[in-house]
């Protein structure tokens, strides 16, 4: 193991997103973005696997908080508010400087097949986290599915707004707002006799 | 190009699912299939940008499938009627054959990450042909996305089933059925006041 560097994986990313701005996801290696960082190939692959696990860095994190929310709701918690207990504390790790990197990564990610693939598998490992801890409250694995779906499809939507907007309203606004709205739509269409269009 | 070879993708995926049954997903290269399906590799790559698509080719026409089942709904369909024309449509491309392929692929999904990545990419893509074909028809985003992750997750749910049991029930009807008792399930949930445990 190389010598401890101070907050490695913070500067790894920083390089990683500066130089995929600069010349493109594909035309940058990981030698480049080592050098960039001030460290060596090795701490850079001691630290992550491959150039895409760089970027998607903290994911292991977000699946631990959405877990640890539904697990430590309520005992007498609602199916929709161990929801969005797991949504508050997946909150948590969106900081102002998560949004910075979400504004400097979406057009990365526009441009690489690759990494948004690995993005959609993030997406599926958060929702199957989510899906699991709820099974363990629920006890029903149909409405555990669908909740889950339902809370990362507000998850994703509340983090696109938040990118996007310039204000003061918090991330876990956005998301539980998003969740609302969801879950009226998902009323209306589960009502008996619902007609669409 | 190459000149024709009869039947060269269904040849590729026989020879790809045997070689990966008996030396393992990553063990295998495509020159070895190619060689075991009596093709040179040029007609491989002619075929399949990479080993991984062998696997799952076809998806391409389930995204096709789907969004032709909700376009060519009535047009006084409901939601729900919607989705169960989306999947209907889908289930046309599920053939004895395929059950076949489902049950040997299975096992080397299960061995693979890269596999696994790419079939839940796959999967996202079909979400979202779906959704987008339902957004179309319903004009609320917000009940397409609510809908296609319902309908897609009863897809999911029913192959499952399909491949593991053996009896003379057709695939829609196992989708269906889900697709029901995944209805079921949202309805317990969004009636307002609804406990979980």
Chains 1, 2 share one sequence.
């Not at 130089?19 to 060596?40: P, V």
């Not at 690489?112 to 993005?119: H, N, V």
């Amino acid at each position: 193991m190389g010598r401890w560097e101070p907050d490695a994986q913070g500067r790894l990313l920083r390089a990683a997103l500066e130089l995929f701005s600069e010349h493109g996801y594909d035309a940058t290696t990981t030698a480049q973005i080592a050098e960039r960082a001030g460290l060596t190939k090795t701490t850079l692959f001691r630290l992550f696997p491959d150039k895409r696990e760089i970027v998607f860095q903290g994911q292991g994190r977000l699946v631990a908080l959405v877990t640890a929310g539904v697990e430590e709701a309520p005992v007498d918690a609602s199916a929709e508010e161990l929801v969005r207990a797991g949504l508050c504390s997946l909150s948590a790790a969106h900081t102002p400087d998560l949004r910075e990197t979400g504004r400097t990564l979406d057009p990365i990610l526009a441009s690489s097949e690759e990494l948004r693939e690995r993005a959609v598998f993030k997406r599926s490992a958060l929702t199957s986290a989510l899906e699991q801890a709820l099974m363990r409250r629920l006890g029903d694995a149909r409405q555990a599915g669908v909740l889950a779906d339902l809370g990362i499809r507000a998850y994703y939507a509340g983090y696109e707004i938040w990118v996007a907007v310039e204000d003061q309203r918090s991330f876990t606004d956005y998301v539980l707002d998003e969740l609302a709205a969801l879950q009226d739509a998902a009323r209306q269409l589960h009502t008996a006799g619902s007609r669409g269009a």
